[in-house]
T-cell receptor, first 112, second 119 residues
Framework: RKEVEQDPGPFNVPEGATVAFNCTYS??????FFWYRQDCRKEPKLLMS???SGNEDGRFTAQLNRASQYISLLIRDSKLSDSATYLC?????????????FGQGTTLQVKP | GAVVSQHPSWVICKSGTSVKIECRSL??????MFWYRQFPKQSLMLMAT?????????EQGVEKDKFLINHASLTLSTLTVTSAHPEDSSFYIC???????????????FGPGTRLTVL
């Protein structure tokens, strides 16, 4: 079983739609949580951190449920430029020993 | 934001040759650097973690004699794929983390990646 699981998609949605991605992680010792965005043949870029209380950044809302070990990302009013792969990422440990564990990613294709 | 560069951005080599990939933190000192590998349609897999001035820590299943990592300075880490074979063809990405105590310590900054093709 993968440590971070995501539905690979693809999710094909029209512009303006709202789309939600889910992610589960297996290691209860995970301490930090993130969503990264990766465009084709490029490096991943941090989209947002995910906090226990939930957090929002413009059209993007992230939620964390530690009890269920579940993370979500909601994108409202999708834009064509949102087309990318969204990676759910968790970090184990802290200090210099912390390392990021990546999910497979969920591919989003926003169509006109 | 902090910038991490990689060189080369892509490389094609013959089977059996060795390839060196450089990862540099351009405007900050990286006490810790990470090397990842990503196969098509798969997630980034951590290969090893290197701390400046010490030996790298390799993840399970990664051959340390095949993937040589050197982190000789606070701004440079190198990954050498020795005796490369077609199955080593992949996207190699480095990531750097600033020294403990800095304001961006908890963030990892990724390089643009190196696409290796072994013929």
């Amino acid at each position: 079983r993968k440590e971070v699981e995501q539905d690979p998609g693809p999710f094909n949605v029209p512009e303006g739609a709202t789309v939600a991605f889910n992610c589960t992680y297996s290691n209860s010792a995970s301490q930090s949580f993130f969503w990264y965005r990766q465009d084709c043949r490029k490096e991943p870029k941090l989209l947002m951190s995910v906090y226990s209380s939930g957090n929002e950044d413009g059209r993007f809302t992230a939620q964390l449920n530690r009890a269920s070990q579940y993370i979500s990302l909601l994108i409202r009013d999708s834009k064509l430029s949102d087309s990318a792969t969204y990676l759910c990422v968790v970090r184990h440990g802290s200090g210099n020993t912390g390392k990021l564990i990546f999910g497979q990613g969920t591919t989003l294709q926003v169509k006109p | 934001g902090a910038v991490v560069s990689q060189h080369p951005s892509w490389v094609i080599c013959k089977s059996g040759t060795s390839v060196k990939i450089e990862c540099r933190s351009l405007d900050f000192q990286a006490t810790t650097m990470f090397w990842y590998r990503q196969f098509p349609k798969q997630s980034l897999m951590l290969m090893a973690t290197s701390n400046e001035g010490s030996k790298a820590t390799y993840e399970q299943g990664v051959e340390k004699d095949k993937f040589l990592i050197n982190h000789a300075s606070l701004t440079l880490s190198t990954l050498t794929v020795t005796s490369a074979h077609p199955e080593d063809s992949s996207f190699y990405i480095c990531s750097a983390r600033e020294r403990y105590g800095s304001s961006s310590y908890n963030e990892q900054f990724f390089g643009p990646g190196t696409r290796l093709t072994v013929l």
